[in-house]
């Protein structure tokens, strides 16, 4: 069964970089899945931030995607998420997922199947 | 900013049909599938609808999804008091400036 933990600081300094992992357990990276990051500001809905595949291919929301890198570690079996300039917006809940329903045969379908726990990001000084 | 709309809130006695919209463009649940997200407090989104109508192992029956145009809708059968929860729609968004996922604004279930 794959698992999803993310990972990183709890506290980023207002015009600083917040930098995230997610580690992926009881499957590959390299599988046939794109990886994708979202957040909750406390009390809001969600927002997609990117996404990534184990060949380094990445699409990132328009809005975001100034400030957003997502990049991979296949030796690792993890990926990461790092966004500049952070101001106080930018304090949320951040989680990792899968893309993709997958059974134990196959996998179809463009949702998130598999989440992380979440992790809460706080943007203050 | 969401581009997925739906009502912030819906509400049934146990037993009762619930139904949640959501409207989108051509862009998105227009030429895409729809997918559907119940999240209870503080935790993790969990998917309850993917490619429009199919649910995953284990969601039960009761839920429901459908897609007509350029809206969607998720129905809630024989609603239970677990059923309380946060519930958002989802599509990936095709335009001139990339392929992205967008989420819909959210809809608070009540079981009255």
């Known amino acids: 069964q794959v698992q999803l933990q993310e990972s990183g600081p709890g506290l980023v300094k207002p015009s600083g970089t917040l930098s995230l992992t997610c580690a992926v357990s009881?499957?590959?990276?390299?599988?046939?899945?794109?990886w994708s990051w979202a957040r909750q500001p406390p009390g809001k809905g969600l927002q997609w931030i990117g996404e990534?595949?184990?060949?380094?291919?990445?699409d990132y929301n328009p809005s975001l995607k100034s400030r957003v890198t997502i990049s991979v570690d296949k030796s690792k079996n993890q990926f990461s998420l790092k966004l500049t300039s952070v101001t106080a917006a930018d304090t949320a809940v951040y989680y990792c997922?899968?893309?993709?329903?997958?059974?134990?045969?196959?996998?179809?379908?463009?949702?998130?199947?598999?989440w992380g726990q979440g992790t809460m990001v706080t943007v203050s000084s | 900013q969401s581009v997925l709309t739906q009502p912030p809130s819906a509400s049934g006695t146990p037993g009762q049909r619930v139904t949640i919209s959501c409207s989108g463009s051509s862009s998105n649940i227009g030429g895409n599938t729809v997918n559907w997200y119940r999240q209870l407090p503080g935790t993790a989104p969990q998917l309850l609808i993917y490619?429009?109508?199919r649910r995953p192992s284990g969601v039960p029956d009761r839920f429901s999804g459908s897609k007509s145009g350029t809206s969607a809708s998720l129905a809630i059968s024989g609603l239970q008091s677990e059923d309380e929860a946060d519930y958002y729609c989802a599509a990936w968004d095709d335009r001139l400036n990339g392929h992205h996922y967008v989420f819909g604004t959210g809809t608070k279930v009540t079981v009255l």
């Open positions: 990534i595949y184990h060949s380094g291919s990445t």
């Open positions: 009881g499957g590959s990276i390299s599988s046939n899945n794109w």
């Open positions: 490619s429009t109508i």
């Open positions: 997922a899968r893309v993709g329903y997958c059974s134990s045969t196959s996998c179809s379908g463009d949702g998130f199947d598999i």
